[in-house]
T-cell receptor, first 116, second 109 residues
């Protein structure tokens, strides 16, 4: 158990809909990362938050947004969903998330999203 | 463009043998490289980190090498066991953590 929690575990929805994925980092970790994992693309970095502020952005679509709240939990919002958004979405956390520092990221169990 | 490649999608070996997984990268100069293990339907779990000035790192039956000239890291599992069966991901820091697609290792009894 990494100490990172994600809800829900599974999510089935229809195209065009909007969903919210939730993540609670390990106790004491200030940085949260979101990743998308699909069979053909592998694990893709989406976005990072550090202590409530956006720190880095990866291959995140404009239809997707995220935020980190004062209690450090984070939410990833996916809107106007398409079939291709079906994937595993992982959240990870680390102590500081400062670029270049050799920090380990601790991953949650993921949310499996299926868009029908 | 920047790329990180794990040469084999799948690797099958016999129990007790050494598994060797390869990670190559282009157009990066990473300060360090990490290896993760991922079991089906679960999040990746950190295994080892090796810095650019380290040639080799060991942890129990695991060994990682890092050749910045060849732009390659090798990940070895000695005396492999069926419980080692999983997908292994390499990752390097290029602004954010960039992951390879992974190599699925199957260790047969």
């Amino acid at each position: 158990d990494s100490g990172v929690t994600q809800t829900p575990k599974h999510l089935i929805t229809a195209t065009g809909q909007r969903v919210t994925l939730r993540c609670s980092p390990r106790s004491g970790d200030l940085s949260v990362y979101w990743y998308q994992q699909s069979l053909d693309q592998g694990l893709q970095f989406l976005i990072q938050y550090y202590n409530g502020e956006e720190r880095a952005k990866g291959n995140i679509l404009e239809r997707f947004s995220a935020q980190q709240f004062p209690d450090l939990h984070s939410e990833l919002n996916l809107s106007s969903l398409e079939l291709g958004d079906s994937a595993l979405y992982f959240c990870a956390s680390s102590r500081t998330g400062q670029g270049g520092i050799q920090e380990t990221q601790y991953f949650g169990p993921g949310t499996r999203l299926l868009v029908l | 463009s920047q790329k990180i490649e794990q040469n084999s999608e799948a690797l099958n070996i016999q129990e007790g043998k050494t598994a060797t997984l390869t990670c190559n990268y282009t157009n990066y100069s990473p300060a360090y490289l990490q290896w993760y293990r991922q079991d089906p339907g679960r999040g990746p779990v950190f295994l080892l980190l090796i810095r650019e000035n380290e040639k080799e790192k060991r942890k129990e039956r695991l060994k990682v090498t890092f050749d910045t000239t060849l732009k390659q890291s090798l990940f070895h599992i000695t005396a492999s066991q069926p419980a080692d069966s999983a997908t292994y991901l390499c990752a390097l820091f290029g602004g954010n953590l960039i992951f390879g697609k992974g190599t699925k290792l199957s260790v047969k009894p």
